[in-house]
């Protein structure tokens, strides 16, 4: 299936209050060190850090062996071992 919409398709969905999106491009991973990207922001809230405190996210990440955007977005199972990771990782945090 086709994320391109037809003119007639936008017409009509148009005429039905929707609204169409551009799709987004995955061009930066975690695996490639690019600069910091709201899907890296989003992990290291989750993990209970502050993006702020840490100078290169990309590494921090590759460090804590989280798996690229396209490999999370591919593999169900690198998406189920990865709540495990962060939720280590919250603990350590929470720790007095």
Partial sequence: MSATWSDEQRRCLDA????LYRPVTATATVANGDAETP???ALLLAACLDPAMIADTGAWLRAQQVPSLA???DDPAAKRALWPRLRALRQVRTKP
């Fill in 16 to 19: 039905l209050g929707y609204t």
């Fill in 39 to 41: 899907f890296m922001r």
């Fill in 71 to 73: 490999q999370l977005r």
